[in-house]
């Protein structure tokens, strides 16, 4: 968690996001007990005697919302609903449904969320109350805005602002003006979110919802230090502290005060000349959330607030005052069972040892917080608290820092066994984190359910290395698996000089006239293979296995130069997102059933690929297998045809594009776009089958240049299809190169004698050898994924 990166996040109930919502959710602040609870509760609370009593169940329910126990809510709220709709009570029933999917959100749970509400605007509809209806709506519209889904948000929480005005609520108008201010935010309209924000302010201010008014301030706040406006967001966090102060006692007074206190310490940098008195600031109304928190036994809230506090004590270099707030945090995490905010503090604990030179039990420390981190899938990290919603940006600190530690400890020891746990520990955290990265790029449990499959590799054939290139900010160093060991190597190439070179290489190589490309080639192989060629040579090392990071994905490695000759010309290569992700078993080449599918007509705006017929023919004359070709091509077809069949290889020669978010990932059929969540819904059906999907191939796919996020897709895409190895493309490449390349590729393959990575390698050393295609824009860019064997 590196301090400068952090922001106002906020720790409501209700609404703030999902990891993926443009990676900036978890910066503003959703409502919880305002607008729709108040407008629900207020007649419903009143004369409640009884627990069998609805008043009594909506009661028990918001007393332990306010006091941020969402468990005891949400039971409570759901009772109340099932209570209601056997007595046939619908207004309350819907009541108590929208306070369940509140709470259930506040919990992460947002489909069961979306449920309730699907339930309660079927009734609210059915009943004709405008009123409760624009609730519902609003709702939905909020849940969606918590998951990411923000055009499902939008068109919702526009109709329910429209239907708010009409019926003259203007507590359901501010706070859906609070969220479409959000929404703004979350796509960079910062100017239109600061409007919202501030309209919604101003009808919230004019009719006494404090609540409302609060939470609209401090997002303004954020809006305007976006817009470069930093005295107008400190005047903003101001008018929210004095309305906030005038709250009772409550779980949301005591979120509005953390992040009221953020607020601040972010203001600090942009104005120096009252950054003391910010400081003085931020620390008191932090601490004035740590006491609220703890007179209201939220020891959830409480370890938010203790944590903040302590990175405030922590920028400011006062160590042991930052450990002891940092201790209390976790144990209040702990105690609390919220696994989302233990990691944080686990790893704040470990950055304040290693700074003061305590390297043992720091590494013990940050292990601690990965080990705690491992658990929390997409679903809880939706959670109420948003701040503690981890995104692969977040976390990828947290691992990497623990590498870190773990090599300066490895090359302080002349213990050759201490240093290769060491190293092999450092490994691990990597391969946790390439995890963490593709279930959060792809939202899903795809990573899990694989490893769930696989043993770990700690054995390699002998001929194999694998290498892990680690850019830190000052150095690169290289961890290589050989079939002697593990092994470390430092490069002295700061991260920001080593991802210039290389865009610059995956800018150039692409130019097929030119050979601008090679000065890049040429040292980017000083860098990442000449440090190890030695013992590469030594140990007759003929296939190199990389785990690329960050840019290294977004380059072809087989076109890396010696000087002399190509990387390629030396060596197999293959990539994987982690070994731990990668199940390396021999392809059955004898019994391996295909399935080829393309387009070779101009669709959809896409241009023709008219040598996919000559590429599927030579593979039907190498495999026979089954085709599906242009109008065949369709996803219904495709379904019916991986149902029924067992295929072994699943060939794919069709336009695609991979972006930095996976639901824009598409591959182009004769009547549509199939997306990657529908590929792996069609191709998932082999991770229950004793045989699995030994290879998918996709012959004409491309990424965006220097999109790290969109070449993560391109490698998971085996993962996510549940496939053991995949052959993509980073750039759209010569239709007739690509056929022979592919087409020499199976032939290759049918050797048995000879891996995957081998067969690729021997494929492009013929295109290679051709005058017309030797460029490596042609060959280049055909890359193996995961299983190499």
Known sequence: MNPRRMLILPLTASAAGSRHAARGIHRWIGL????????????????????DNLGALLAQGTDAFRRGAFEQALTAWKEAARLAGERGATREQIQALLVAAQAAQALGQSKQALLQLDLALVLSQNSGDAQTTASVVAQLGRTYLAVGQLNEA?????????????????????ATLNDLGILHALRHEDAEALASFHESTTIAQDTGLHMVAITARINAARAAL????????????????????????????????INIGLGYGHLR????????????RAAGVLQEAVTLSERLGDARTSSYALGYLGHLYETERRTEEALQLSRRAAFSAQSAGVPEALYRWQWQVGRLLASSGHLDDAIASYRQAAATLQPIRPEVARASYEASTPDQESVRPLFFELADLLLQRAGLTDNTPTAQADLL??????????????????KDECV???????????SLSPTTAVIY???????LDMLVSLPTGMTRISVPVPAATLAQEVRAFRRTVEKRTTREYLSHAQQLYDWLVRPIEADLTRLHINTLVFVPDGALRTIPLAALHDGTSFLIQKFAVALTPGLNLTDPHPINRETVRFLSIGLTHAVQGFPALPYVAEEMGAIHDLYRGDQLLNSEFQTTRLEKELRDGQFGVLHIATHGKFSTDANESFLLTFDGKLTVNQLDRLVGLYRFRQEPLELLTLSACQTGVGDDRAALGLAGIAIKAGARSAIATLWFINDEASAALITEFYRQLRNPSISKAVALQQAQAKLLADQVYEHPAYWSPFLLLNNWL
């Open 32 to 51: 919880a007990l305002v607008g729709i609870l108040g407008l629900l509760l207020t007649t419903a609370t009143q004369g409640a005697t009884t627990p």
């Open 154 to 174: 939008e068109e919702r929480l526009t109709d329910a602002l429209t239907l708010a005005r009409r019926e003259a609520s203007p507590a359901l108008t501010a």
């Open 226 to 257: 976006r817009l470069g406006q930093p005295q107008d967001s400190r005047l903003w966090l101001d008018q929210s502290l004095d309305q906030a102060r005038e709250l009772s006692p409550s779980y949301n007074k005591a979120v509005s005060l």
């Open 269 to 280: 940098p942009l104005l120096p000349a009252i950054g003391d008195a910010l400081l003085i």
């Open 425 to 442: 520990t450092a490994r691990d955290a990597l391969e946790a984190f390439k995890a963490a990265e593709l279930r959060e790029y792809f």
């Open 448 to 458: 899990d359910a694989l490893q769930a499959r696989i043993t770990k590799p700690d």
């Open 469 to 475: 290139p680690i850019m830190f900010a000052d150095r």
